[in-house]
């Protein structure tokens, strides 16, 4: 049994998420912004915590992070405007990865984006830059930190039925279903091979467990 923190806990990543590891015996706290969000939250089995972690500052994440065995990311802005996009996807993750840190949390799961690297190549006068430039720095921030960190990096999301099936290797576009990713997110916290890794995917023909097992580093 683990005791696992989703921030984002109200996303639909993290709505498939949570009953997954619930399922298997695990202690999940989802937290959320949105007092409306509790009932829908706590019908998956987790345990609602309202925080604003937009604007909780390191010592405030590290409250919500304490006693926790594992932190999984997988909160954004959602498409709002770039200063949100920064201080939600750049500057609260980093914050949460600090907080991880103070707090004596080091397993860490990065919810991210096939693509996201420093020289992603999104123009600037497009609408995806921001977020992009946003999953950059948090990414790099993690893999420089103390923390036993896993990124995740699905190629475009679908609400299609979950497969259980992903490609590492050569992913194409990496389209993979969201309940997938879930999937994914829940194999790499039972598997330490995946610590210090980014594993980028999409649906393929490999059994998830298995996939994740053999990603190249």
């Known amino acids: 049994m683990s005791r696992v923190l989703i921030i984002g806990g109200h996303g639909k990543i993290a709505l498939r998420l949570a009953p997954l590891l619930v399922e298997r015996g695990d202690v999940v706290t989802s937290v959320i912004r949105n007092p409306d969000h509790q009932d829908e939250v706590a019908a998956t089995?987790?345990?609602?915590?309202i925080a604003d972690v937009e604007h909780l500052d390191t010592d405030g994440l590290a409250t919500v992070?304490?006693?926790?065995?594992?932190?999984?990311?997988?909160?954004g802005a959602?498409?709002?405007?770039?200063?949100?996009?920064?201080?939600?996807?750049?500057?609260?993750a980093i914050r949460s990865m600090e907080a991880a840190r103070t707090a004596?949390?080091?397993?860490?799961?990065?919810?991210s984006y096939l693509g996201a690297q420093p020289d992603h190549g999104v123009p600037e006068d497009n609408s995806f830059f921001a977020y992009a430039e946003a999953k950059a720095a948090a990414d790099e921030h993690l893999?420089?930190?103390?923390?036993?960190?896993t990124i995740l990096q699905p190629g475009p999301l679908t609400m299609d039925d979950p497969t259980g099936l992903i490609e590492v290797v050569n992913?194409?576009?990496?389209?993979?279903?969201?309940?997938?990713?879930a999937a994914v997110a829940a194999a790499v916290l039972a598997d330490d091979s995946t610590v210090g890794r980014t594993i980028p995917f999409g649906n393929g023909r490999t059994p998830i467990a298995q996939a994740v097992a053999v990603t190249q580093a």
């Open 171 to 181: 992913p194409g576009d990496g389209r993979v279903s969201r309940a997938d990713v």
């Open 104 to 111: 004596g949390v080091a397993r860490y799961v990065m919810v």
């Open 65 to 75: 992070v304490e006693g926790q065995d594992a932190v999984v990311w997988s909160a």
């Open 143 to 149: 893999r420089a930190s103390a923390l036993d960190y």
């Open 78 to 92: 959602g498409g709002g405007s770039p200063e949100r996009t920064y201080a939600v996807d750049r500057d609260a």
């Open 45 to 49: 089995g987790a345990i609602p915590l």
